[in-house]
């Protein structure tokens, strides 16, 4: 049975342009709003209960407002209201089918990435998340619980590393970061899964649905090669932009999250070669299989065709056949048929065919 795919534009067709839309599958996920508001001297982490708690931290600080739920088209509105966002970016954040990008704007910019990682069944999850960087805050905008920011909620908390003494700019940058960075985890994955399916083809160690587990591999590759080639062309206009809320010292680590996507691209591509590879391989192992049981077949067919013609000849009905009166007629045709069947078992060791 063909799976049903999930056509998410339908639900914007024929809509008014800037319409706040959820177009993902999650429309019970609970809204969930935590809040970090730091500084070098001191750090606030809070779970607001509400939207209008956004509204309340003060300047001199950096804060990092992250909202699980887009679901709640009117929460994320009330957030838009407040930071005075464009309605086409409102659009955006609750359309999840969005290629990642970046939009820059009088006060702010606006990123959308893919976020990449594997469930408890090993399969791949993509999970969009968007970026609106200010002058002193980021705003982050998941569809559902469970990210990959544990480790920068951990830095922010703890002071470590420069977080503290950066502005919002390098706030964006770690968290970025930490989205490439499990790119990595999610190439080791598909690296390993890769070389098991060469291990098993090369072994002759393969399952009957082999070729559909190495379509659904190469389906993933796909997934994250859509996911991560994007990000360069962003990460490359943030490096190479005048924005004001970028500086220059920040320009630095944005490069090398440059190369970490360089790095990433190009293991994706020998991944793709490999999987191309692979369908080849289990493709020439069956039919070298095949040609290992026709090559049997035609040996005994080979040994079989003069018995055969013997058997023939001496099983015809003509009312005169010499050998028929000599006493010992029988046990020399036996005589001939195993030499015979003996002398091709020989010739064709000889020819190494057996």
Known sequence: MAKKRIQHSKKKIGQIPGSIIYTGEKSNQKLFIEA???????????ELLNVEECFNFEEGSITWININ??????AIEKIGEHYELHPLVLEDIVNISQRPKIDEYDDYMFVVLKMLYYDANEKIISEQVSFILGKDYVLSFQESEGDVFDEVRERIKQAKGRVRSMEADYLLYILIDAIVDHYFSVIEVLGDKIEDFETAIFSGDVADDVS??????????LRVRRAIFPLRDIINRIEKNENPLIQQKTITYYRDVYDHLIQVSENIDIYREMIWSLMDMYMTSISNKMNEVMKVLTIMASIFIP????????????????ELNYKYSYFVLWGVMIAIFISMIIY?????WL
């Open 36 to 46: 970090f508001d730091y500084n070098k001297d001191k750090c606030i982490v809070k």
């Open 69 to 74: 739920g887009l679901n709640h088209v009117n």
């Open 212 to 221: 559909q587990n190495i379509q659904n591999l190469k389906r993933e590759i």
């Open 307 to 322: 018995l055969t013609f013997i058997a023939g000849i001496y099983g015809m009905n003509f009312e005169y056949i010499p």
């Open 348 to 352: 064709f060791k000889r020819k190494k």
